[in-house]
């Protein structure tokens, strides 16, 4: 018998952990198939509620934020770097120059995900890649419309969401309620409204909680 999993995944487009977690669920989730099969929602988080529209350098963010050193943060990335090759995920050598505000790409995934699942996951990853590959800006209205087209959503209705306010007030009413119930890092990925995994597990984590979860197991928190 298939087991059917709804599967809620709290993130922001500049966590790189986020970039790792989804690959791995990814890879996992063909590792389950067809015994297990899953609906991705994905669910808005900022890590930089406050930051400003032009963003900030990368470096001097990292530094004011955690006080690490441009070597812990080479090695970091480096680390990030891997990880991402193991599941099919490219980060750029040098890394993100600056760090953006990421409010209207919530919004524009929130849109995504009342139009239809397969897109809001596909708009989500090329989000991802536009940030961390491509060095992209994803609060820059002019390339989420564009990336909005690439995934086959409607562009004019992409630029008409951008630039007004709407769905504004339901992505914030989102960040608070998963706030509220206690996540504050990311990813966060919420099985059946019930079961938490925390973090940018491995595959074979994702795998054993996936299969557990679909066998009706006690419910538990994996983290990182």
């Known amino acids: ?66 006080g690490s050193t441009r070597e812990q943060q080479e090695q970091s990335r480096e680390m990030i770097r891997a990880r991402g090759a193991e599941v099919g995920f490219e980060f750029h050598p040098e890394g993100r120059p600056r760090v953006y505000n990421t409010f209207d790409a919530h919004r524009l995934l929130h849109w995504a995900g009342l139009e239809d699942a397969g897109r809001q996951l596909a708009l989500k990853k090329r989000l991802l890649k536009a ?34 306010d709407e769905f504004a007030q339901e992505t914030r009413e989102r960040e608070r309620m998963y706030t509220d119930a206690g996540i504050h890092s990311v990813p966060a990925i919420i099985i059946n409204d019930h079961h938490l995994i925390s973090g940018g597990q491995p595959v074979e984590v994702f795998e054993r909680a996936l299969r557990q979860i679909a066998g009706a197991q006690p419910s538990g928190v994996v983290s990182a």
């Open 1 to 66: 018998m298939t087991s059917h999993l709804k599967i809620d995944f709290v993130s922001d487009v500049a966590c790189p952990w986020c970039a790792v977690g989804l690959g791995s669920l990814e890879a996992a989730l063909r590792r389950v198939a067809p015994d297990v099969t899953a609906e991705l929602h994905f669910q808005p988080f900022e890590l930089n509620p406050q930051m400003p529209p032009e963003g900030q350098d990368t470096f001097e963010h990292l530094n004011q934020k955690y």
């Open 131 to 164: 940030f961390f590959t491509d060095r992209e800006n994803p609060s820059d209205h002019a390339v989420l419309v564009r990336l909005a087209g690439e995934v086959g959503l409607d562009a004019a209705r992409a630029r008409e969401i951008l630039a007004s």
